[in-house]
């Protein structure tokens, strides 16, 4: 019993490693100042999703899912810390919480069921852009950017915490 404790104890540890980094990557500047995404909560939020996305999608086809899980945990977390960053109290925090699950399990969904680099595309103009079509060209590069990063992204080394998502996005993707 103490051994799968620790075992548990020790994936927990694993997921908060990946919830960091792959929040640290989503708050990078570039994707707000050299793509035009909304620096705001929503923005940033979306940003984190995708990133979320692509480790989650090499997680998924592992076997033990115990960890896929913990990291979701992890990202709810910060989402929560960020939203008491900004003055949320207990009140309605439940209430936040799950329309936040609904986006973030939405986003999930619709990157997951996008098959080419145009679907992802509309993906991201929808959700980081509003439909706003003037940002085609950044939604595409964004795209480019998510099939390198997810090809760069290894199941041992997830396993180990360690998420290398490549060089940062540049609009010439």
Not at 4 to 21: K, N
Not at 115 to 128: C, G, I, K, P, S
Not at 166 to 173: H, I, K, N, R
């Amino acid at each position: 019993m103490l051994k799968a404790l620790r075992r548990a104890a020790a994936r927990r540890r694993t997921a908060s490693d990946l919830a960091i980094t792959i929040v640290r990557r989503g708050l990078s500047p570039t994707f707000y100042r050299d793509f035009g995404v909304p620096d705001t909560f929503n923005g940033r939020f979306d940003v984190v999703s995708l990133h979320a996305f692509l480790v989650l999608s090499v997680l998924d086809g592992e076997p033990d899912r115990a960890l896929s899980q913990d990291l979701v945990n992890a990202l709810f977390q910060s989402f929560e810390d960020a939203l008491r960053d900004q003055g949320a109290g207990d009140m309605g925090m439940t209430r936040r919480i799950q329309k936040i699950a609904g986006a973030f399990y939405g986003r999930l969904e619709a990157y997951r069921a996008a098959t080419t680099r145009e679907e992802v595309a509309a993906v991201l103009l929808r959700n980081l852009y509003g439909e706003n079509r003037r940002f085609q060209t950044q939604a595409l590069a964004l795209a480019a950017y998510m099939e390198r990063a997810r090809l760069g992204l290894e199941p041992a080394a997830l396993a180990e915490g360690v998420v290398t998502f490549g060089p940062l996005p540049d609009e010439e993707d």
